[in-house]
């Protein structure tokens, strides 16, 4: 730890440059010089980064980076916090999405978020996945309503253990299926985007591997952003990896190059497991 | 001296390090120590529950002993001919001719010829007095149900009267010393009560009387039930006001107000409203509701602004508290699925959090129910001997009727304070099984 305080000191000055490739051309979300405080202190710095259509993004780091905190600026999460202050441009499809006009409502239901700890309502598993579809008024009918959280669930690979219990509490799921039916029930509203933080992190291996492979397979359809604190993870599912650093974007760049061959002192030191 | 100390310290310290069976010895004694004042702690926790149980025993029985004897009334059977000469009644009379008819002098005349040998006018005053004072009145209603009986002879259950009663209950067949004896009855009135004993007319039955009339300044005809049915309409308002204030206020204060010193100063007031003496709220009620507003007196309208005022500050704090422990997880997983705040708490905070909510409000309501302080400011605690239709009708409620009763001296009276306590327990009782149920009800679906 002395050691990486020590380096950052050294490495990171007050004005920085991402390594790497932080742009990209005709991105999905597009965050420009974005600052985050919580309160006096200062929780992201001078962040840009493009997220780029029908990709994943892993964002990894140490403990307290602010990837998380990063993450959930997407969505407008950190709004729910009163000290909470974010500075900069934040674009979803070319358009700010902490615009006035924009309605945080409708923002959501664009951009979904898959939690840490898998947080079914405590309600029946369909009344989980079709929840959405009702706030928003997507289905004008139940037979549309059945149809759409069938699909949600097929989709997740939840429908096969699930289709007999539709109405039994979801709280009742193991661990793993819980989360499985959380993406469900984000997916069930057809969002652009989907952040997940950290969403193995309470799950056990083999568990952790059907979300892994779900996740995959959500990104022919769904740009995804994934916080993780596993870099296996990020490598086995993310087409680009971003390292962050005590609030400092460090380097952003194809996982696969991030992992062989990074290039900022930081990274190379984080991925060898020297800081961490 | 100073140095000197360290140095003793120091070289304890030492001997710490080096000796380990000194050290084994230190942590034996200690060990004994911990076990002998854990030990201590547990009598002393034993100690006060049964202190605490004891007391609650001792209760229990008091008033049960007192008032279990409430719960019968003594009758006695009399045969008495309707004298259709002497009311100048006949089986075609219409109910106004009934009504206008001297029951009391036929009463009081049938009584006489069952004791033929009764003939001084205290005497027979005595014997009037062994029956209750409402009975003239109780046989013209019977003869304005059924006109028929006019002309027959029918056994008739009278109500004996509270000194009857309680001398039959508690004294009757009893060796007793003069002064232990329990009633009012004369030597005279004590051998009519002997001969209808011994003839069987006299019989105890369940006291319906306790139930079905309200109170009465006859002991042998007073009952709970417009006390009740005060209570019930009073707890009705205050429900009907005080769970959609205390809950709005609670999910307000929870979700949607902002963090300053206004609602720090709100928040810290309604905390110590929950404290504030509960006859402060009836002269509060007293100088705003009837003073102010002019609104009427005794009424359980009123009674149950007072009691939503007192009840208020209680489902709030609980209320906040089912509303904080909502787990923070499932209003995420709301926000993150674009629900706005409103659908947020209606949907997911509010059924999650009901079970307590609806806790803290019975337990509000058990005890606005046992309250009587701020009801004696407003006048619920007159006499009212008519059963209230409405919140706008005078009335009692349980309570009050208790401090009311246990004011009389009338033996009867004291049986009945003890019964009503009992019944007012009841409702106690029930309603924290019921608040206990809910919660179970509720909580078992998730």
Redesign the interface.
Known sequence: MNLAQHTTAEIVNETYQTSGHPLLEDPKMRIRNTNVFYGAKQAIFDVNLDIGKNQVISMIGPSGCGKSTFLRCL?R?ND?I?ICRIEGQLLLEEQDIYDKKID??????RV????Q?P?????SIYENVA??AR??GLTDNKVQLDELVETSLIRCGLWKEVKDRLGE?A?GLSGGQQQRL?IA??IA?NPEVILMDEPCSALDPIATATVEELIHELSENFTICIVTHSMQQAARVSQRTAYFHLGKLIEVNDTSQVFTNPEHQLTEEYITGRIG | MNSSTKTDASRAVEALFDDRELLALKRAAALKRRNRSEKRFRWAGRLSITFGMACVLFLFTDIISKGIGAFTQTYVDVEITFDQDQLGLTPQSTELEIKAASFGSFFKKALREQYPEVTERKEKRQLYALFSSDMPLILRNMVIANPALMGTTQTVSMIADDDFDTYYKHSYGRDQDEGDQIGRLSDLQESVVDSLVKSGAVVTKFNTILFTNSTSSEPELAGIKGAVIGSILTLLVTLALSFPIAVATAIYLEEFA??NKLTDFIEVNINNLAAVPSVIFGLLGLAIFINFFGMPRSVPLIGGFVLTLMTLPTIIISSRAAIKAV?P????????????KM?TVL??VL??AMPGMLTGTIIGMAQALGETAPLLMIGMVAFIVDTPTGITDPATVLPVQIYLWSDSPERMFVEKTSAAIMVLLAFLIFMNGFAVWLRKRLER??
């Open positions: 969505n999460m729910t009163d945080v409502v409708e923002l959501r239901a979904g978020m898959v939690f700890k947080n079914p309502f405590p309600k929840y959405g706030i928003h509490p709280t959380c029930r984000a509203v | 902002p963090t787990p997880s499932i209003r995420e997983a709301a926000y993150g699925m674009g629900a706005s659908q949907h997911h059924p999650l679906r998730w």
